[in-house]
C-alpha cells in the first residue's frame, strides 16, 4: 500500500513538472521562425556578403590572406579546388555555415535556440538563452560555441530578435567557395543579429560582424533568408565522393573508378610504395 502511494506521489510530481514547463515555454512570447528557410534569390553564389558578387567581396584581408585569397582562385581558374576544401566533405564552420547555402530550419526553446541543416556535412548549431557564462575553455568546433540573448526591440511583450555571439570555431576554415581564408586560429568571434523583416514576416535578416586575424577591421555583411511556402526536406549524402586528396594534391575518379588528373598538366602521384607488376 504504501509502494503504492509513493509511485502515484511520484506520477503526480511527474505530472506537475511537466506542467510547469509547458508553462514556461510560452511560445507567444517568441517570435514565429516555424517552416523552411533559404537565402533569397539570388543569381550569385552564396557568399558572407550577397550585396556583392563572389570575386568583388571587398573583404577587408590583410595582404597575407589577400594573396593567399589570389592563389586560391587562380588555382580554380586552372581546374584546382584552391583553398575550399568543401569537396571534401569537410563539415562546413561558421559564418559560412550561414550564407544559405541550404535549407535550414530554427527550433525556438527557453533555453536554447537549435538551427538545423539539410546537409549532411553542415553541424547543428546550438545556441544557448539560458543566461550561461562563457566556459573557461572551449573545444573548437566547426560550428563554434555560442551564447544567445533574446530581445524586444519594439516593446511590444514579445521577444523579436536574437542576439548571437560565437566562438570557438576550428579551423581550417574559409568565407566562401572561392576559398578566401579565414585566419589559421581558433579565434575568430562573430555576432549575429537575427530578426524577421518589417514588412514581410516570411523574411528573415542575419546580420552578422566577424572579427578574424585574417582582416583588418571587423567585417559587416546581411544575409537574408525567405521562408518556403511548400516545405520538402531531401536527403543529402557526401558518402559518395569522386574526389582524392594524395600529398596536397587533388585527383578525381573517372566513371570506371581510375585515378585521373583534376588539372591540365597535372602529375601523377608519388608512387614510391607501388612496385611495377612482373613482366612489364
Known sequence: ??????????????????????QAHDESKYPNWSGQWFRLPN?????YDPSKPIRGQEAPLTEEY??????????????????DMNYSCMAQT?????????PAEYVILPDVTRILFERMNYQ??????DGRAWPKEIEPTSAGYSIGTWLDTDGDGRLDTLEVETRGIRWPKTWDQTGMPMADDSETVVKERITLDKANPNVLHNQMTTIDNSLTRPWVATTSYRRNATVKW???????????????QVYMLSGDNKLMPMK?????PDL???KPAKGK
Open 1 to 22: 500500500m504504501i509502494q503504492r502511494s509513493a509511485m502515484a506521489a511520484g506520477a503526480l510530481v511527474a505530472f506537475a513538472m511537466s506542467v510547469l514547463t509547458a
Open 43 to 47: 543569381p550569385d553564389p552564396p557568399r
Open 124 to 129: 547543428a548549431r546550438r545556441i544557448y538563452t
Open 94 to 102: 561558421m559564418p559560412r555555415l550561414m550564407n544559405g547555402i541550404v
Open 66 to 83: 589577400r594573396l593567399r585569397h589570389e592563389a586560391s582562385m587562380k588555382d580554380q581558374d586552372n581546374g584546382g579546388f584552391g583553398l
Open 264 to 268: 591540365p598538366d597535372q602529375a601523377a
Open 234 to 248: 531531401g536527403e543529402d549524402s557526401c558518402l559518395v565522393n569522386p574526389y582524392v586528396t594524395i600529398d596536397k
Open 272 to 274: 614510391t610504395f607501388f
